[in-house]
């Protein structure tokens, strides 16, 4: 299938994981009342309330490390 959303992850200067926002698509946007362009290249803490951000990168943290 394809994934509702694409999100590329880049690491700071600083080491932190910080996901932005890439791709989404048209079944999401439909099903949830959201377009991409509201939401292309922001961060998960743009998006997301703080405890919903912070688990995407526990998340992402578990399954890289």
């Known amino acids: 299938g394809v994934p509702a959303w694409v999100k590329i992850a880049i690491t700071d ?6 996901f932005r926002m890439l791709h989404m698509n048209r079944e999401y946007e439909d099903a949830f ?17 703080e405890k919903t951000a912070q688990e995407f990168l526990r998340s992402f943290d578990s399954s890289f490390k």
């Open 13 to 18: 200067e600083a080491g932190n994981t910080i």
């Open 33 to 49: 009342g959201v377009r991409l362009e509201d939401y292309k290249a922001k961060t998960d803490f743009e998006i997301w309330d």
